[in-house]
């Protein structure tokens, strides 16, 4: 009996510990009223929107990324945390000061409000550099995905 | 296998047993050795708690206060205190680093950076050295100071009675906050009473004059507070002071002197012209708006005033006894008589001229007669003297001039009013009408249609002794 006891008392425990990351739930979004969004992140949007200059083919550019990763039903979190993390493989593009600041504003402000755990890091690849119409196509699904996200809560508030 | 498993759970029984044992030893001796005997373990916990407490702090914030530059700004609550070593440090909600650490000032700490992330908490610590003495959580957008508003100008507005008070501030231009809320308070310079305080969101106010004192200095001043849902914070600095005067109850209520003087003579004319009409309703204007239909009555009883006073109309014998009375002979005489004095008449004048003329008109070049006789013309030596054929004889008792009238003379000294009886040279043998009295106004003819036609209803001896009146007109 006790060589039972023990199998299951030494056994069982990280096992349970193994299986967690599988079971656990996603990111826990912070700020789903719009006060971040609205006051910070979209004045970073609009000044990136002024600063990056693209062709006009840049809308029809679908890259592998996007394929991978959309923002689904349920997946909103995941994809905005991938995006954003995205994001900071930009800051080495030297561009001006003011620049790398609104986009780091975005990256690290979708992050803190997303409070996802950091094991996902180590499944971004690196994004090729000086791609400026991956990265506004990039900011604008970012702020799309916010705004489901926004929409969602309040259609949620009304029930 | 089963003689060994009672001997192994009893090895581990003995174990856990004595590694707590020896846990609790190692934790009773480490409590006793940081005390001392003597009881000034109290003391020294007091002295760190209360100059712990002399490090409460507070900081605010100043986003875009240069520019993108944010600011953070920190002091102590105590200014006294010594605060040589200490240094103050930020970290968490930063972009690209892990801490900051604020610039002394003499007693203010702060920062000017671009790196608040403007999302989520931040910890500010109080350091000596390399250690943390005290710190704080604190969100960046939750302790915003605005700057101050400026450029306050007040504007008279003389048809409105009112004043516009506007200001300007720095946050209309920035990117993050915008939306303010003001504060406007004003007060009597010399009277140095309480503010009067006036929020609003935009920088326009309007104080109406009514509600401040006449004559009066007064002062002004505006500060700001940031008003969003995601930004909140502390008043900022008040504005340099403005100051107005209100203007004077006199020259406030005073008329323009013109107007004043136009208004009267206005008002005054008014009134006469009310007077005016009140006194000449009856008489002037009355007649002219509605005028009155002509009675028949009231005419006649006009046209037959009381005569004159010179005038004695009278049928009482005695009142002419100065006067020669010939007697007429029969009705005959006195019907013819009053039908000719009928014809006298001016509105029965006409009359005569459609009526029995035709029998006693002998001819277009027959003259026309007239005969009347006023107790005028009896005065003096005038009498009437005609006897029937003897025109000659006959006078004309009615001139009013003093001579004696004399039938042949034609009438050479006419009176303006035609009274007297009035011989043709060429009528003889005719008699003459009788005198009668008759009211002068009667007798006031008009000749030139009377000498045509006019003719005396006396018979055919009487033909010879009829008037001209076209004679008479002439002379006249």
């Known amino acids: ?159 | 296998m089963l003689q060994l498993s009672p001997l192994l759970s009893l090895r581990m029984t003995i174990l856990s047993t004595a590694l707590g044992t020896v846990f609790y030893l190692l934790q009773a001796v480490s409590g006793e050795s940081g005390y001392a005997q003597n009881g000034d373990v109290e003391d020294a916990e007091t002295d760190d708690c209360s100059w712990y407490s002399q490090l409460s702090f507070s900081c605010y914030s100043q986003l875009e206060v240069d520019g993108p530059l944010h600011s953070l700004t920190c002091a102590f609550d105590n200014p006294h205190i010594n605060s040589t070593n200490l240094n103050f440090e930020i970290c968490g909600s930063l972009l690209g680093v892990n801490c900051l650490n604020l610039n002394k000032l003499q007693n203010i700490y702060f920062i000017k950076t671009k790196t608040f992330s403007l999302i989520g908490d931040s910890t500010i610590c109080v350091k000596l050295g390399g250690k943390n003495l005290t710190c704080q959580q604190v969100n960046v957008v939750k302790i915003v100071k605005p700057e101050a508003p400026f450029d306050i100008k007040v504007i008279y507005r003389e048809e409105a009675n009112d004043f516009v008070v506007t200001f300007d501030t720095s946050h209309l231009k920035k990117m993050y906050v915008k939306q303010l809320m003001h504060d406007i308070a004003y007060r009597q310079e010399k009277d140095k009473k309480d503010w009067m305080h006036v929020n609003l969101s935009n920088t326009r106010l309007t104080l109406l004059q009514r509600k401040l004192q006449p004559d009066a200095m007064y002062e002004i001043k505006v500060r700001s507070i940031p008003y969003s849902e995601y930004f909140e914070g502390f008043w900022s600095e008040w504005s340099p002071s403005s100051r107005f005067r209100t203007p004077a109850v006199n020259r406030a209520g005073e008329m323009n002197p013109v107007l004043l003087i136009i208004s009267i003579v206005s008002f005054i004319s008014v009134v006469l012209l009310v007077i005016l009409a009140c006194v000449l309703w009856e008489k002037r204007i009355k007649p002219i708006i509605w005028p009155t239909l002509p009675d028949h009555k009231k005419t006649l009883e006009q046209l037959c005033k009381k005569p004159k006073k010179n005038l004695n109309v009278s049928f009482n014998p005695e009142n002419f006894s100065d006067c020669q009375i010939h007697e007429v002979d029969g009705i005959q005489s006195r019907d013819e008589v009053e039908g000719f004095l009928q014809n006298t008449l001016p509105p029965q004048l006409e009359e005569s001229e459609q009526q029995g003329l035709g029998g006693d008109v002998h001819g277009p070049n027959q003259p026309s007669r007239i005969a009347a006789i006023t107790p005028e013309t009896f005065r003096g030596d005038s009498s009437l003297r005609c006897v029937a054929g003897n025109v000659s004889a006959c006078a004309t008792p009615l001139l009013p001039s003093s001579r004696s009238p004399d039938c042949r003379e034609g009438g050479k000294n006419e009176p303006p009013v035609y009274q007297g009886l009035l011989l043709s040279p060429g009528t003889t043998n005719s008699t003459l009408p009788p005198p009668f009295p008759l009211q002068s106004e009667v007798l006031t003819l008009n000749p030139i249609a009377q000498a045509q036609h006019i003719l005396t209803s006396l018979g055919p001896n009487q033909e010879e002794a009829y008037v001209t009146m076209s004679s008479f007109y002439r002379n006249q």
């Open chain 1, 1 to 159: 009996m006790f060589h039972v006891s023990f199998r299951y008392i030494f056994g069982i425990p990280p096992l349970i510990l193994a299986l967690l990351p599988v079971t656990s739930s996603d990111c826990d979004i912070k700020g789903k009223e719009g006060k971040e969004f609205e006051h910070v992140l979209m004045i970073s949007f609009n000044e990136l929107d002024k600063m990056i200059e693209v062709d006009s083919n840049c809308v029809n550019n679908e890259s592998n990324f996007f394929k991978r990763h959309s923002c689904g039903d349920s997946k909103e979190a995941a994809f905005l945390n991938r995006a954003a993390r995205k994001l900071n493989q930009f800051l080495k593009m030297n561009m001006s000061e003011d620049f790398e600041l609104h986009l780091s504003r975005i990256s690290e402000g979708t992050l803190k409000l997303l409070s996802c755990p950091s094991k996902e890091e180590k499944n971004v690849k690196e994004q090729k550099k000086n791609d400026p119409c991956f990265l506004k196509t990039l900011l604008q699904k970012i702020k799309t995905c916010w705004n489901k996200i926004l929409r969602g809560n309040k259609e949620h508030k009304v029930w």
